[in-house]
């Protein structure tokens, strides 16, 4: 395979097994997976199939024992550095202010201080949390945690973005509110956005193609795309009957693995 075929893609899995240390069972099987460049890909499947040991691989904090993981048409060897990661739990500095979290990888970066306060600012209007610039992790709730964690992550532009259930032990009304959100940001930065969640509405309102894996060991069993056009409205997109037959089809296929897994 040439350089440029693999330069097509973002991200791409070929073949690709993981097997942690005295583990019965791959915690992955020859996924084979590519994500194009600008592209929203949701992964969903059943609890323990492996989505977060994707992204671990995608961000070089794992590597296969068998198959490739290529980033921007090279081997992911090493940190990608390219890749920002929002993990479950907001992972906020505590002893640092919003503001300082915020800035975090800018400073790391060398960025001047003149330019990461004007991007600071930015960001804090971006994500709602003007007022709240000086607070500290602990004086925040569960939601503007997460906001300050997506800002954290989108504010120096990184050429793909992982995450893993970012939304996930929020309420129902904060969690539609930051899908929102999200569906926003990204359609204005127009990166390559890796997300994993476990709802199915979720992935169908933000993404352009939806991965299905199976049961453990997991491996893709399927790729929808989501014909959706953008800028979406999740208020317009949940009533049509377009969304509905979609989530039919999805919801066909990930109950047919959680039958599996019910039965295995
Ligand atoms: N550090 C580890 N050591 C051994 N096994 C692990 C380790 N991390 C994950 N696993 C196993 O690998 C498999 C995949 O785990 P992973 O966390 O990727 O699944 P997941 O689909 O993200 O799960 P969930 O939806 O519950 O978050 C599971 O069987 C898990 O027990």
Same mark, same amino acid.
């Given at each position: 395979?040439?350089?440029?075929?693999?330069?097509?893609?973002?991200?791409?899995?070929?073949?690709?097994?993981?097997?942690?240390?005295?583990?019965?069972?791959?915690? !992955?099987?020859?996924?084979?997976?590519?994500?194009?460049?600008?592209?929203? %890909?949701? *992964?969903?499947?059943?609890?323990?199939?492996?989505?977060?040991?994707? @992204?671990? @691989?995608?961000?070089?904090?794992?590597?296969?024992?068998?198959?490739?993981? $290529?980033?921007?048409?090279?081997?992911?060897?090493?940190?990608?550095?390219?890749?920002?990661? %929002?993990?479950?739990?907001?992972?906020?500095?505590?002893?640092?202010?919003?503001?300082?979290? +915020?800035?975090?990888?800018? /400073?790391?970066?060398?960025?001047?201080?003149?330019?990461?306060?004007?991007?600071?600012? $930015?960001? !804090?209007?971006?994500?709602?949390?003007?007022?709240?610039?000086? $607070?500290?992790?602990?004086?925040?709730?569960?939601?503007?945690?997460?906001? %300050?964690?997506?800002?954290?992550?989108? +504010?120096?532009?990184?050429?793909?973005?992982?995450?893993?259930?970012?939304?996930?032990?929020?309420?129902?009304?904060?969690?539609?509110?930051?899908?929102?959100?999200?569906?926003?940001?990204?359609?204005?930065?127009?990166?390559?956005? *890796?997300?994993?969640? $476990?709802?199915?509405?979720?992935? !169908?309102?933000?993404?352009?193609?939806?991965?299905?894996?199976? /049961?453990?060991?997991?491996?893709?069993?399927? %790729?929808?795309?989501?014909?959706?056009?953008?800028?979406?409205? +999740?208020?317009?997109?949940?009533?049509?009957?377009?969304?509905?037959?979609?989530?039919?089809?999805?919801?066909?296929?990930?109950?047919?693995?959680?039958?599996?897994?019910?039965?295995?």
């Amino acid at each position: 395979m040439t350089t440029s075929e693999l330069g097509s893609d973002a991200l791409r899995f070929d073949s690709v097994t993981l097997d942690f240390p005295g583990s019965p069972r791959p915690a !992955i099987e020859d996924v084979s997976l590519r994500v194009g460049r600008r592209k929203f %890909v949701a *992964v969903i499947g059943p609890s323990g199939c492996g989505k977060s040991t994707i @992204l671990n @691989l995608a961000a070089g904090l794992l590597f296969p024992t068998r198959g490739e993981v $290529h980033f921007d048409g090279a081997p992911v060897t090493g940190v990608n550095s390219a890749a920002a990661y %929002v993990t479950q739990q907001a992972n906020l500095l505590p002893w640092l202010s919003v503001r300082a979290n +915020i800035g975090l990888a800018l /400073k790391f970066r060398g960025t001047s201080k003149g330019e990461r306060d004007e991007r600071i600012d $930015h960001w !804090i209007e971006v994500v709602g949390l003007r007022g709240f610039e000086d $607070h500290y992790p602990r004086e925040l709730s569960g939601g503007m945690q997460k906001r %300050v964690s997506i800002a954290r992550a989108l +504010i120096y532009d990184p050429s793909i973005v992982l995450m893993d259930e970012p939304f996930g032990p929020l309420d129902a009304i904060t969690r539609l509110k930051l899908q929102q959100d999200l569906l926003n940001l990204w359609e204005e930065q127009n990166g390559t956005l *890796v997300f994993v969640t $476990h709802d199915l509405n979720e992935a !169908i309102y933000l993404a352009d193609e939806v991965v299905v894996m199976s /049961k453990g060991p997991g491996t893709v069993r399927r %790729v929808l795309p989501v014909p959706f056009s953008r800028p979406r409205d +999740i208020g317009t997109l949940i009533e049509s009957p377009e969304f509905a037959e979609l989530y039919n089809d999805l919801w066909s296929l990930f109950k047919a693995e959680l039958d599996l897994s019910d039965a295995a």
